[in-house]
């Protein structure tokens, strides 16, 4: 009887000591790490991306499934032009591309691209590729101060 007294003796003590002053377990933790990114360029990332604008202002926007694994991704693309969005989805199978297009495009717009695959997901956003020679406007915009242009397209000075 005496041994049982002291074994319940003992189990209410610790109860009580544990109860009293906590387990002393973490409730946060701050932990300094490196960290490594590699980029690459957009025509070999895991994910290519090329974008042109044609003389109509149509966007053309192709993507090339080149994630290392043979796994297909699901991507969304998403245009914000002028306050609108346009949305296009395709599914890209590993080491295919694809094409979506888009109809009259500005300069201003930007491009959203959202890939997901089954261990990956890829996210970025890039301007639309306008230079001068895909821009519409007046001949004059086209051509520099105090040259002409000809009929068959070519500058003179």
Same mark, same amino acid.
């Given at each position: 009887?005496?041994?049982?007294?002291?074994?319940?003796?003992?189990?209410?003590?610790?109860?009580?000591?544990?109860?009293?002053?906590?387990?002393?377990?973490?409730?946060?933790? *701050? =932990? @300094?790490?490196?960290?490594?990114?590699?980029? /690459?360029?957009? $025509? !070999?990332? &895991?994910? #290519?991306? +090329?974008?042109?604008?044609?003389?109509?202002?149509?966007?053309?926007?192709?993507?090339?499934?080149?994630?290392?694994?043979?796994?297909?991704?699901?991507?969304?693309?998403?245009?914000?032009?002028?306050?609108?969005?346009?949305?296009?989805?395709?599914?890209?199978?590993?080491?295919?591309?694809? *094409? =979506? @297009?888009?109809?009259?495009?500005?300069?201003? /717009?930007?491009? $959203? !691209?959202? &890939?997901? #695959?089954? +261990?990956?997901?890829?996210?970025?956003?890039?301007?639309?590729?306008?230079?001068?020679?895909?821009?519409?406007?007046?001949?004059?915009?086209?051509?520099?101060?105090?040259?002409?242009?000809?009929?068959?397209?070519?500058?003179?000075?």
């Amino acid at each position: 009887m005496r041994l049982r007294a002291i074994v319940v003796a003992v189990v209410f003590v610790s109860v009580l000591a544990v109860t009293a002053t906590g387990t002393q377990s973490l409730s946060t933790t *701050q =932990l @300094e790490r490196g960290t490594t990114v590699n980029v /690459a360029p957009d $025509d !070999v990332a &895991a994910l #290519g991306y +090329a974008a042109e604008v044609d003389d109509v202002q149509n966007l053309m926007v192709q993507l090339t499934n080149t994630v290392s694994s043979d796994q297909s991704l699901d991507v969304v693309v998403e245009v914000h032009d002028n306050g609108a969005s346009t949305t296009k989805s395709a599914t890209i199978e590993h080491g295919e591309a694809r *094409q =979506l @297009e888009f109809a009259d495009v500005s300069c201003d /717009a930007t491009i $959203d !691209v959202v &890939a997901k #695959g089954q +261990a990956i997901r890829i996210e970025f956003t890039r301007p639309v590729p306008c230079d001068s020679s895909n821009v519409q406007g007046t001949e004059d915009d086209q051509v520099g101060e105090g040259e002409n242009e000809d009929s068959q397209g070519e500058v003179q000075e």
